[in-house]
C-alpha cells in the first residue's frame, strides 16, 4: 500500500518507519531548556546552574567576589562598624564591577542614547556590529565603511561613555568613608577597626572634618569627570566616522594593548610573547548573544583603580587603615581579575595526564585542551549516545557533572583560600601592628620620661636651692 501526494510518494511501511524515528528523535532531543524534566536529578540541575553561572562573567563573578570578599569579611568582623562599613562597600562594589558595564553600555547608551546618532537609513547595521570586534568589523565585506567607521566610532563613545564606571569605584571608598562617619560618627580606624580592646580611643575632630571634606572633594571630580566621559563619547559617536585619526583614536580606546605591543615594538623590544600579552589587553565589551557584556579588560581597569581608591580614602583614617589595603586589597585584585582561572588551568591539566573525563578534556588539532562549552554539551552528548548506544539524557547528564566538577574544585579551593585564609591574616597583622605601635609608644614615652628624670640640675640651680634654704 502506498500513500501518494502531491509531494512524493512514499510505502506505508516506509512511512510508519520514518514516523517512528521522528518521533524518537524528538523524545529523544536535548536542550537546557529540558533540564527541568524530571528524567535529570537535582545534582545535574545544580551543576548546569553551576556551569551557567560560571560562563556569565558577570555573574559568575558577583557570586565569587561576594562569597570570596564579603562573607569571610563578616564573620571576622570586629565592629559593628566595620561590618557596616564592609558590607556597604563590598555590595556596591560588586555592583559595579558586575553589571554597571553591562547595563549602562548596553540598555543605557547603545540602545536609548547612541543609536540616535546614526541615521535611520543604516541605523540597524551599525547597531548590528557594535557587539563585534575591531577585527570582525573592518573585515566584514558585507558592509559599507560608513557602517564599519560608524560602528568603530560608535562602540569607542560607548566606552568612553562608561568612564564613569571606573571612577565610581575608585570614588567608592570615599563613600564608604563618609557613610561610616555619619552612621557610626568614627573616622579613625583603629576605632572602626575597634584595635584598642580598652575602647580608650577617641575621635578626632579634624580628622573628621577631613574624612568629610576630602570625600565631598572626589565626588566631585568624579562627576566632573563622567560628565566628560558621556561627553566626549557623544563627540566620537557623531563625528568619529569623519576623520582617520578619530577612527585610529576610536580603535585605540578599545583596543589600548595593541597599540602598547607596536609601541614595545618600535623602542626595541622584539619579544612575540610580551607582544602577544599586551595585544590581547581590551577595554573593548564582550558579547553575550549579541548584546554587549563585562569584559576583563573593563574588569581590571575598573578594579586596579579601585585599589587605588582604597589606598587614597585610607590615608584619611590613619597609617593602619593604608597597611591594611597594601596587605589585602592587591591580591583580591588579582583575584577580581583572574578569578579562580589560574587554579582551573593546573586542576584541569592534572586531570588531563590522569587521563579522568577523556570526553571533556580532548585536545584539539594545536594540541591545546578544547573544553566545550555548556551548548556544546547536549550535540556531544547525542553523538556519544549514537556510540556507545546510550540515551543522550543520561550522557547529557554525566557530562554536566564532569565539566561542573573541573570548575567547582579550584573553585571552591579558591574561595576558601582568598576569602577566609586571607580575611583571617589580614586582620590578625592589623591586630599585630597595632599592638606593637602601642608598645613602641608606650617604650618612647617611658623613655623620655626617664631622661628627664636623669637629668643632673646644674650645679649653679644647686647653690641658689642651698641659699634660701
Not at 179 to 200: E, G, V, Y
Not at 261 to 280: E, F, H, P, Q, Y
Request: with cysteine; aromatic share 10%; hydrophobic share 40%.
Amino acid at each position: 500500500m502506498t500513500i501518494i501526494d502531491n509531494r512524493n510518494t512514499i510505502n506505508l511501511k516506509e512511512y510508519k518507519k520514518q514516523l517512528i524515528n521522528y518521533k524518537n528523535d524528538k523524545k529523544n532531543k536535548i536542550s537546557f531548556k529540558a533540564l527541568p524534566n524530571t528524567t535529570f536529578d537535582g545534582i545535574t540541575k545544580v551543576a548546569d546552574l553551576f556551569i551557567k553561572s560560571q560562563e556569565n562573567l558577570s555573574s559568575t563573578r558577583f557570586i565569587q567576589d561576594t562569597a570570596t570578599n564579603w562573607a569571610p569579611k563578616a564573620i571576622f568582623a570586629r565592629s559593628k562598624a566595620d561590618f557596616a562599613e564592609m558590607s556597604f562597600l563590598e555590595f556596591l562594589e560588586s555592583a559595579i564591577f558586575y553589571f554597571a558595564s553591562p547595563i549602562l553600555g548596553e540598555k543605557l547608551f547603545r540602545n536609548k542614547i547612541f543609536k540616535n546618532f546614526i541615521p535611520s537609513a543604516i541605523k540597524d547595521k551599525v547597531n548590528e556590529q557594535i557587539p563585534k570586534t575591531v577585527e570582525q568589523i573592518t573585515s566584514n565585506t558585507a558592509i559599507s565603511d560608513e557602517v564599519k567607521k560608524r560602528a568603530i566610532s560608535t562602540k569607542a563613545g560607548i566606552v568612553l561613555a562608561c568612564s564613569a564606571i571606573p571612577v565610581a569605584e575608585y570614588t567608592l571608598s570615599f563613600a564608604k568613608n563618609l557613610f561610616t562617619l555619619k552612621a557610626f560618627k568614627k573616622s579613625n580606624f583603629n576605632n572602626i577597626a575597634n584595635l584598642d580592646k580598652s575602647h580608650k580611643e577617641t575621635e578626632n575632630k579634624e580628622q573628621q572634618e577631613r574624612v568629610e571634606r576630602n570625600s565631598k572633594k572626589q565626588f566631585k571630580k568624579a562627576a566632573v569627570i563622567s560628565a566628560l566621559g558621556v561627553a566626549s563619547g557623544i563627540g566620537l559617536a557623531l563625528y568619529g566616522h569623519k576623520s582617520e585619526k578619530l577612527q585610529n583614536i576610536s580603535k585605540a580606546i578599545l583596543e589600548p594593548g595593541k597599540v602598547a605591543a607596536n609601541l614595545v615594538s618600535k623602542i626595541g623590544i622584539k619579544s612575540d610573547k610580551v607582544k602577544s600579552t599586551l595585544s590581547r589587553f581590551s577595554l573593548d565589551f564582550d558579547s553575550n548573544n549579541g548584546k554587549l557584556a563585562l569584559s576583563k579588560g573593563q574588569l581590571a581597569l575598573t578594579a586596579i583603580l579601585g585599589l587605588f581608591g582604597y589606598s587614597k580614602a585610607a590615608e584619611d583614617r590613619g597609617k593602619l587603615d593604608v597597611a591594611e589595603v597594601w596587605t589585602r586589597v592587591p591580591l583580591v585584585v588579582f583575584y577580581t581579575i583572574f578569578g579562580g582561572e589560574l587554579f582551573e588551568k593546573g586542576f584541569t591539566k592534572l586531570l588531563e595526564k590522569k587521563n579522568k573525563f577523556p570526553d571533556i578534556l580532548k585536545k584539539n588539532a594545536q594540541g591545546k585542551l578544547d573544553i566545550p562549552s555548556r551548548a556544546q554539551l547536549p550535540e556531544l552528548a547525542k553523538k556519544i549516545a549514537q556510540a556507545k548506544n546510550t540515551e543522550p539524557s543520561k550522557e547529557l547528564a554525566r557530562l554536566t557533572k564532569e565539566k561542573a566538577f573541573i570548575s567547582a574544585v579550584p573553585y571552591a579551593f579558591s574561595l576558601l583560600f582568598m576569602g577566609f585564609t586571607l580575611s583571617a591574616i589580614t586582620r590578625l597583622w592589623t591586630q599585630y601592628r597595632y599592638n606593637h605601635q602601642q608598645k613602641e609608644n608606650a617604650k618612647n614615652n617611658l623613655d623620655i620620661f626617664t631622661f628627664s628624670q636623669s637629668l643632673e640640675i646644674p650645679k649653679i640651680y644647686k647653690e641658689f636651692e642651698d641659699s634660701i634654704k
